[in-house]
């Protein structure tokens, strides 16, 4: 994925917001629902850009669980 958006090994990829630490995992293409290119700013303090890939639906990402 890195080499097909342009991205060195310097750039990191996330899944769901987690980072993804071990080179030898596998992410299968029918579990991904969105990827997003990570500009970085203050607010997340990247230093350089990076991938997230999301396989949780736009309304499974935030939803907080109320009792």
Known sequence: MKKFFGFGEHN?????GYL????????????ITEIEIIEP????GLKNKALNI???SKNERYSEETH
Do not use: F, P
């Open 12 to 16: 990191k990829i996330y899944i769901d």
């Open 20 to 31: 993804l630490e071990n080179k030898n995992y596998r992410i299968a293409l029918t579990g």
């Open 41 to 44: 700013d203050k607010a997340n």
């Open 54 to 56: 999301w396989t949780l």
